[in-house]
Nanobody, 123 residues
Framework: QDQLVESGGGSVQAGGSLRLSCAAS????????LAWFRQPPGKEREGVSA???????TDADSVKGRFVASKDNAKNILYLQMNRLKPEDTAMYYCAAHYRGGDRLRFSQYTYWGQGTQVTVSS
């Protein structure tokens, strides 16, 4: 069974940086679109950044210029480099796989999910 495991979350002050990782087992990153989502407390899950099989990224407006998704196909690891973090970036962050087409930042278009990693940004 495919498994996705996120890591790298934590607490940071506004303006700081974090790098999230998502390791996969039973799933090959090289051939598929993958994505990062987040769910702030009391809010719906929202798309953050998606990366295609060819490495092209699609970013939410709220993170453009600050967050960068990348992947290491050889290691089957997906990354999210988060810079200039803001308190509103506080959320549980999830990686997603098995994209079914359509909007790359819509959570309903993905089948497999990790358990999430918490990011907390203080002002």
């Amino acid at each position: 069974q495919d498994q996705l495991v996120e890591s790298g979350g934590g607490s940071v002050q506004a303006g700081g940086s974090l790098r999230l990782s998502c390791a996969a087992s039973g799933y090959t990153y090289s051939s598929y679109c993958l994505a990062w989502f987040r769910q702030p407390p009391g809010k719906e899950r929202e798309g953050v950044s998606a990366i295609s099989s060819g490495g092209q990224t699609t970013d939410a407006d709220s993170v453009k210029g600050r967050f960068v998704a990348s992947k290491d196909n050889a290691k089957n690891i997906l990354y999210l480099q988060m810079n200039r973090l803001k308190p509103e970036d506080t959320a549980m962050y999830y990686c997603a796989a098995h994209y079914r087409g359509g909007d790359r930042l819509r959570f309903s278009q993905y089948t497999y999910w990790g358990q999430g990693t918490q990011v907390t940004v203080s002002s």
